[in-house]
Each structure stands twice: as C-alpha cells, then as structure tokens.
C-alpha cells in the first residue's frame, strides 16, 4: 500500500483503509466547515459504511490511523496509465441512469435514504468527538433536522443535475 493520492483516487484507482479494507470514493467535494471533504464507502463486515476523510486520505487530524485511506495497489500510477480501473466508469453511468430513474419516481423513498445517511454521519461525528448525547451537546432532535435539511439539498442537486441532462 501507499499513502492515498486523490488525484488518482479520482481518476479511478483503487483505495483501501490502512488496515486493508476496501473503500469507494464517493465525493471529494464535500461542502463543510471541516476539513473532511472527502466522502467514502468502506466495507467492514459485510456491509458498507459512510466515513469522511481530509483530502490527506486521514480518518482524523493528521494523526496515523487504521482508518486512514491508502492506495490499494503500490503502482496504482502504472494501472491507471493502462487503463486497468476502467470498472469506475461503467459504474458511473450505471449509478447515474439509476438515480434519474428513481428520483422520478420515488422522491420520498430517496428523501429517506439520504437523510438517514446524513443522521448517521452526523451522529458518527458526535460520537466521535466524544459529546454523546448527554445536556445541549447534541439533541437527536436537532441532528435529525439537519439530516432533513442536508437531504432536501441533495436531492435538490440531483434536479439540477436532471435538467442538465
């Protein structure tokens, strides 16, 4: 493994946790106060998990972590040169035709998954700040509207995206 790159995380090479987990890039544009822009799917114990990361490929700040992201392969450059990671765009179209055909379709169901994403994000976060949900700290009420908030936006971007095409 090597340390994460994300310019050729974006252009479709493989990365992984510093423990060996896969992970999927999801965005590396993600709007916040923080410094954790990138967003990333990683699979632990069947299921995927929703993690963000500084652009440093680091779980936390700046401090060495299995969680922190890495370039799965040691020539990562070489595979991408020969175009060996081309399943990232076929994967592409297919997510993207998905989501136009189920944002017409079912706006509430996705409004539902998005912001159960956006909860367990920001819940992930409390949690690891160490506030839990004790006082004022973090109300659940509070949190859950948010993710409301954060999951109107979305899906707002997707129509804009729609009418684009």
């Known amino acids: ?7 050729a995380a974006k252009r479709g090479a493989a990365v992984c946790t510093r423990s060996g987990f896969s992970a999927r890039i999801i965005c590396t544009d993600r709007i916040t106060p923080t410094e954790c822009c990138v ?4 699979a632990k114990n069947n299921e995927e998990h929703v993690w963000v990361y500084k652009s440093s490929g680091y779980f936390n700040d700046g401090v060495e972590s299995n969680n922190d992201l890495m370039m799965h ?5 070489e595979k991408l040169e020969r175009g060996e990671y081309d399943h990232i765009a076929g994967a592409r179209k297919m997510v993207g035709t998905a ?3 189920n944002l017409n379709t ?3 169901y996705w409004l539902r998954v ?4 956006a909860m367990q994000s920001e819940i992930s976060g409390c949690l690891a700040a160490g506030n839990g949900f004790d006082g004022d700290k973090a109300i659940p009420g509070i949190i859950a509207k948010s993710s409301v908030m954060i999951a109107d936006a979305l899906i707002e971007e997707l129509e804009k995206d ?4």
Do not use: C, P, S, T
Request: proline share 0%; aromatic share 10%.
């Open 162 to 165: 729609e009418k684009v095409l």
């Open 73 to 77: 392969d040691d020539d990562y450059l």
């Open 114 to 117: 998005y912001a159960g994403q």
């Open 106 to 108: 079912d706006r509430e």
């Open 39 to 42: 967003v990333a799917l990683v």
């Open 99 to 101: 989501i136009k055909q």
């Open 1 to 7: 493994m090597k340390n994460f790159d994300l310019e």
